[in-house]
């Protein structure tokens, strides 16, 4: 009988594993899907992190131009400098580089820095050069002979 016994306990633990198995697949294999989904989300909420920082920056920095802009009282739009183009329009107005450099407040040597492309010109003087884009030959001679006949007032030493 102790092995009848011993033989009916090892069928009915087989059986009952076989049971338990059978009801906790589905269980498994939702649980396996679940684990799957739950990562794809976490990848997708860490790459609209990452979008909306690259936004938030964005327009941080765009909020910035836009305020120094304003408070300049020009507009937010961006002046675009190119070192050929400055040439070019020097040229057409029948310019040296001194002369330029007298119209927009600097130096030859800096018109000619601009020019080759070594050095950019500041916002201020970007400002200057835009306003000149405008300008024509007699109107920028007029201004040169208005520059010419003022005098730079030098602070007295002492």
Known sequence: MANIA???????????RREIRRATEST??????HRHAIAALKSQVTQLERQ????????TSFQQRFA???DNGSSPTRIRFVAKGLRSHRMRLGLTAGDFGK???VSANSVYAWESGTTTP????????????AVGKQEAAKRLEAARTMKPVRPRKG
């Open 68 to 70: 120094a802009a304003s």
């Open 28 to 33: 498994k294999k939702a649980t396996n899907h």
């Open 6 to 16: 011993g033989i009916l306990r090892d069928e009915i633990g087989r059986l009952s």
């Open 52 to 59: 909306v920082s690259v936004l938030t920056r964005t327009m």
């Open 103 to 105: 119209l927009v407040g």
């Open 122 to 133: 500041r916002r201020e003087q970007l400002a200057k050069i835009a306003a000149l884009r």
